[in-house]
Nanobody, 128 residues
Framework: QVQLVESGGGSVQPGGSLRLSCAAS????????LAWFRQAPGKEREFVAA????????YYADSVKGRFTISRDRATDTVFLQMNTLQPEDTGVYYC?????????????????????WGQGTQVTVSS
């Protein structure tokens, strides 16, 4: 049973930065990917970024390319999301998820149903 615990959320002004962390435990991540999704009030959960655990390749939603960076630390089984130049539309609860397997294309990672474990989420609020 894999457990995912997110941290690092908070409130920032537009243009600010935050770094989210997701600590994984209880399972082997080697053949999977970890990702960040977010959900704003009244909206569906949407894909933000994913990283293949074995080779570190990252995948991003168009809305965050060039502003967000996903990375992982295999020594601590932790995935990070560095978020720069934050905008009000980035506001939401950010969830960490783990897939059952990896894929060669980015589309696979954008589907929430591909993930078999989720964390409890961490709130990010961008407001002036």
């Amino acid at each position: 049973q894999v457990q995912l615990v997110e941290s690092g959320g908070g409130s920032v002004q537009p243009g600010g930065s935050l770094r989210l962390s997701c600590a994984a435990s209880g399972g082997n991540l080697g053949s999977s990917a970890l990702a960040w999704f977010r959900q704003a009030p009244g909206k569906e959960r949407e894909f933000v970024a994913a990283i293949s655990w074995s080779d570190g390749r990252g995948y991003y939603a168009d809305s965050v390319k060039g502003r967000f960076t996903i990375s992982r630390d295999r020594a601590t089984d932790t995935v990070f999301l560095q978020m720069n130049t934050l905008q009000p539309e980035d506001t939401g609860v950010y969830y960490c998820g783990k897939t059952r397997r990896t894929a060669s294309g980015s589309y696979y990672y954008t589907i929430a149903g591909r993930y078999d474990y989720w964390g409890q989420g961490t709130q990010v609020t961008v407001s002036s």
